[in-house]
């Protein structure tokens, strides 16, 4: 039989953040957390700087912690939901282990956009997930 379609697609969800002028995109990974993410898809939040680290913001809604670790050590580029409080966190700087932390995924390239310790606006929208750019 042909394997024409690969199981890899599930696990490659891409999204955008766009901040003013400056669109960021992210993969997520394939766990439940990151699937009930993607159902929250379009987001407009407002970023508030924490601990000259991390941007955060309240989510709408709760996500899935089944099967997460019980924490993780963060690095520049992550995003992360942070389970006791609720909320989405975009790592702008490396940080230590945090119990109740959930990797989601990872921005592809620069986060200089996210770094400042003024609030921002973002839009995240789940992307094509093929090579079209319109």
Not at 16 to 37: C, G, V
Request: aromatic letters at 8%; one cysteine or more.
């Amino acid at each position: 039989m042909p394997l024409a379609k690969k199981s890899s697609e599930k696990s490659a969800v891409k999204i955008r953040i766009i901040i003013a002028d400056t669109t960021l995109t992210a993969t997520l990974e394939n766990t439940q957390a990151a699937r009930d993410f993607v159902t929250l898809l379009p987001l407009d939040l407002t970023l508030a700087d924490y601990n000259c680290t991390e941007k955060i913001a309240d989510l709408p809604a709760k996500l899935s912690h089944k099967d997460a670790p019980e924490g993780y050590t963060p690095k520049v580029g992550d995003i992360a939901y942070f389970a006791p409080w609720g909320n989405l966190a975009f790592f702008y700087h490396n940080f230590g282990y945090s119990r109740g932390l959930i990797r989601l995924g990872q921005i592809d390239g620069s986060v200089d956009a996210l770094m400042g310790d003024s609030d921002i606006k973002v839009r995240i929208e789940q992307a094509q997930n093929s090579d079209d750019s319109e």
